[in-house]
Every structure is written in C-alpha cells, then in structure tokens.
C-alpha cells in the first residue's frame, strides 16, 4: 500500500529554500551592488533592485580599468586565473594518473616507499614549504610568469591516493587478457586505463580547477607586474585602498565575474562530476 502525503514533504522543501535563500543572498546583493552608483552603496542607501550603472561597470571592470585601484583590467586578472586554474588541474591530473600507475601495475624496488613518501606530503600545509618552493621559483627565473603560477603546484598527493585506489579494482582478468591481445604498458594505459577513468578524470577536474582558480597566497608571492595578477589578489587590491574611497561597484563586479567560471565549469561537468564521485562499478 502506497501512502499518499500531500504535506508529507513540506518541511524538508522549506528547509532546502530557506538554505539556498540564505546562501543565494550574498550573491544577489553583490550583483545588485555592481549596478549602482559608489556613493549609493558607501551611505547605506543601497536599494534591493537593479540600477542603471550596470553596463558601465562592468564595462570599466572588463576593459577599461580602473587608474584607483586595479590599475589593470579585470579581463586580463580573468584571464590569467583561467591559464593557471587549468593548467594546475591539467597537470596534477596528468601527473598523479602516471605516478599512479606506475606505483599499481609496476614492480620496482621501494615501490610502497615512493608511494608512501608520496602520501605524507598530504600532511604538510603548503605555508610550510612556501619559502623553499619560491626560492627555487626564483632561482629558475619563473617569477611574473605562467610557469611560476603553475609548475610549483601540479604535485598532488590526493590524487594520486583516489587513481590508485581506483586503479587497483581493475580486475587482474583485464590486464591479461590486454598483454594477450599484445597491448604494451603504454597501448594499455591509454587504450584501457584512460577510458575507464574519466569519471574520475572530470570530478577531479572539477575540484583542481576550483583550487587553482582560487589561488591566493602563491600568486601573491610570485607576482609584481599588474598584468600577471589573478582575480582574486585583483579583487583584495580593489577593496584594500587607504587614499581614496573603496570602488564598491567595481569590487562587486569583480566579485561576481570571478564566480562565474568555476560555476560554469561545474554546471557543464555536473553529470561527469557526480558519476564520478558515487560510482563504485566500473
């Protein structure tokens, strides 16, 4: 007997509005903020509506600049932060499915050494080897460059441990009938391994794009010419001002247009992300 609730599940979709409620706000108020006028927002005058500076904003914040605070524009901070984003989470991918393979399906001495050395960096924050990691940065004259932002941060001992446990349910029976066929490591790898790993590849993906995107400390360190920054130090930059008054709209804008690509991103790779995260048959 199948019992029909009408108001059974009122409750839960109350609380689930009510959340998003309250994590959607912030969000409206700062793209509302971007539509207003500085001195609107500075006395506390702020309306809940959309005002009319909307495309003027963002124009300045995209293009244009602003000689205050970002002295460069955003467009280019976005851009920036898109190459490192990717190119952190292209090669921590490429770099842990190796070494992950290498470590399941080959028999060399220390292997569970490498593997174990590997996995205690976990334990180490990144603020520890910070000074060590920017002295050898500096000494390869990567400094204001795409390859300081990303080659110090493509090692990933989280990814490594999730392919190497993923990689050692491959059934035994696979792998033979592979050197069977006369696939070597490589043929194996790229013909087997790869296609069975693209959940994980694009969850993954998903979670390394957002950490190099929301970079901070690293690209502060490593970056002194305007046109190299990031969005989010262009973002602190615009709010950290002492001679003149915080550009509200424009900090606003920033902040809205440095939403925008992690949420696409997750948006487009949902179903890939998702799969990956809770399938347990292969």
Do not use: C
């Not at 460069?72 to 090669?91: E, R």
């Not at 794009?209 to 929301?214: A, E, L, P, T």
């Amino acid at each position: 007997m199948i019992e029909h609730r009408r108001f059974g599940n009122l409750l839960p979709h109350l609380v689930l509005l009510a959340g998003v409620a309250i994590v959607a706000f912030p969000v409206y108020l700062a793209v509302i903020a971007s539509t207003h006028d500085n001195t609107v927002i500075a006395n506390g005058q702020m309306p809940l509506y959309p005002g009319s500076h909307g495309l003027e904003t963002y124009w300045t914040t995209i293009v244009s600049g602003t000689g205050k605070t970002t002295r460069a524009p955003v467009g280019g901070m976005m851009l920036n932060s898109l190459i490192m984003a990717i190119g952190i989470a292209v090669g921590k991918i490429a770099i842990s499915i190796i070494s992950a393979y290498a470590i399941v399906f080959f028999s060399f001495p220390f292997r569970m050494t490498a593997f174990w050395t590997i996995f205690i960096t976990l334990m180490l924050p990144v603020e520890v080897r910070i000074f060590p990691t920017y002295k050898i940065t500096s000494d390869l004259h990567m400094l204001d460059s795409y390859s300081g932002l990303i080659l110090p941060l493509i090692a990933s001992a989280t990814a490594t441990l999730l392919f190497r446990q993923f990689f050692m349910t491959v059934p035994k029976e696979l792998v033979e009938a592979s050197k069977m066929d006369g696939a070597g490591p490589i043929r194996f790898f790229f013909d087997t391994l790869l296609p069975l790993s693209v959940t994980n590849i694009a969850a993954l993906f998903v979670i390394l794009f957002i950490y190099g995107w929301n970079q901070y400390l690293w690209p502060l360190l490593i970056t002194t010419r305007d046109d190299m920054q990031t969005i989010v130090i262009g973002i602190k930059k615009i709010i950290d001002v002492h001679d003149a008054l915080t550009e509200w709209s424009v900090a606003m804008a920033t902040a809205v247009l440095a939403m925008l690509p992690p949420v696409a991103v997750v948006v487009l790779m949902q179903r890939l992300f998702v799969k990956g995260l809770i399938e347990t048959e292969k």
